[in-house]
Nanobody
Framework: QVQLAESGGGLVQAGGSLRLSCAAS????????MGWYRQAPGKQREWVAG???????NYLDSVKGRFTIARDNAKNSVYLQMNSLKPEDTAVYYC????????WGQGTQVTVSS
């Protein structure tokens, strides 16, 4: 089995920064895509960012220029650096990996106050 452990969420004022981390453990075969989704209260889960094994990155339009995704293959980990946070970024953030099946983390709360 594969387990994903997230950390780094919290409460921050608008304009602040947070860095989310997610580490995969267990029977991890080669990981293809790693990334993040988020779910705000009363809304559907939405994709935020993804990074391929070759390092190609893609982002939700509303976070481009503010969020940066990175991965450390040696540590089976993915990170999300979030800068210039806005109240609308408030959500539970979930990491995921494709290895090759899809695996999800338990979620970490990010709250941005205005």
């Amino acid at each position: 089995q594969v387990q994903l452990a997230e950390s780094g969420g919290g409460l921050v004022q608008a304009g602040g920064s947070l860095r989310l981390s997610c580490a995969a453990s267990g029977t991890v075969v080669s990981i293809d895509i790693m990334g993040w989704y988020r779910q705000a209260p009363g809304k559907q889960r939405e994709w935020v960012a993804g990074i391929t094994g070759g390092g190609y990155r893609n982002y939700l339009d509303s976070v481009k220029g503010r969020f940066t995704i990175a991965r450390d293959n040696a540590k089976n980990s993915v990170y999300l650096q979030m800068n210039s946070l806005k109240p609308e970024d408030t959500a539970v953030y979930y990491c995921y990996i494709a290895s090759p099946d899809l695996h999800w983390g338990q979620g970490t709360q990010v709250t941005v106050s205005s």
